[in-house]
């Protein structure tokens, strides 16, 4: 039987790389070192693969799994190469744990698709968590696309699956939700002079509210603010990810807190955090609907 070793919301933001190159040290260092030190608990807990739920592989229709066997590749960002420009990067994929995805959504009556093209590259949501959390690539990489059409009720479905392919593919698995909390940019001619500020006082309590929620635990109350949560404070692809990664950790029934792992801090207005969640105890995986049905027939 596999399982959820390890899980956590992690951020991506460019400037986290960018940090690194000479003339901008000391950007988001405690989101980096954060990452880094996610890693090593992730590392520590045995994990085989990092299921990503990457939230700049953005699909519009349907739900999309990388199954490759390998990923390779040289990335430049298309939206924002001066930051992120000519990444090499290389890691294993699991195409057996992907696949189990796909057929368990399929299961649940969802439209689910594997895919193992050559020039299917990562993105780098998935690439700049992997950077830090997975240096010497120990651990296979799982990028899950994420549909920017999907209500939050079927991205959570979609979790429901992720979580019993986990179970019944028999792997140590790692969930990481790639993703900011809240994600509304400054306009353009205001970007460069407030790169680490949040772009509004809403946003940056609501933000701080759900942080608190995480980290008393207070899930329930959390997946009640959730739906407002995502829409009014610009959620990234609508917070598929983090939908996704509760989801899996078994929603409402979830008894977990979250762990700070460095700051919260602004990136060119969005809300961003690194959060380690607790996987001891998860609730069992929600079934597929059909089979819901033939246990209750
Ligand atoms: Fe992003």
């Not at 953005?58 to 000519?86: K, L, M, Q």
């Not at 939700?177 to 809240?182: C, E, H, M, Q």
């Not at 680490?196 to 603010?225: I, P, T, Y």
Request: hydrophobic residues 35%.
């Amino acid at each position: 039987m596999g399982r959820v070793v390890f899980a956590a919301k992690v951020s991506h933001v460019p400037s986290i790389y960018l940090g690194e190159q000479p003339g901008h040290e000391g950007l988001h260092d405690s989101l980096r070192d954060g990452l880094r030190r996610l890693g090593r608990v992730a590392r520590e807990a045995g994990v085989e693969t990092f299921v990503v739920f990457d939230s700049h592989w953005i699909n519009t229709i349907g739900y999309h799994v990388n199954v490759a066997a390998r990923h390779e590749g040289v990335f430049t960002s298309h939206e924002i190469p001066h930051f992120i420009h000519d990444l090499a990067y290389r890691y294993e994929g699991d195409p057996d744990l992907g696949r189990a995805i796909v057929r368990e959504a399929r299961a649940g009556g969802q439209d689910a698709r594997g895919h193992d093209y050559r020039s299917l590259g990562l993105e780098y949501a998935t690439l700049l968590p992997m950077r830090y959390m997975n240096p010497d690539g120990a651990a296979r990489v799982l990028p899950v696309g994420q549909n920017v059409n999907a209500s939050w009720q079927e991205n959570r479905r979609f979790g429901e699956a992720v979580r019993r392919a986990v179970e019944a593919a028999g792997r140590r698995v790692g969930l990481v939700a790639s993703g900011s909390l809240s994600h509304q940019f400054w306009p353009n001619e205001e970007a460069p002079r407030r790169l680490l500020e949040v772009s509004s006082e809403f946003n940056r309590q609501a933000d701080e509210h759900v942080l608190a929620q995480w980290r008393e635990g207070r899930v329930k109350e959390f997946l009640a603010f959730l739906p407002t949560y995502l829409r009014v404070c610009s959620g990234e692809v609508n917070m598929s990810d983090t939908v996704m990664l509760f989801a899996a950790l078994g929603w409402d029934r979830y008894r977990g807190r979250g762990v700070l792992y460095g700051g919260y801090e602004g990136s060119s207005g969005t809300g961003q955090a690194n959060v380690l969640f607790d996987v001891d105890d998860l609730p069992p995986p929600v079934p597929a609907a059909g089979e819901q049905r033939e246990r209750e027939g």
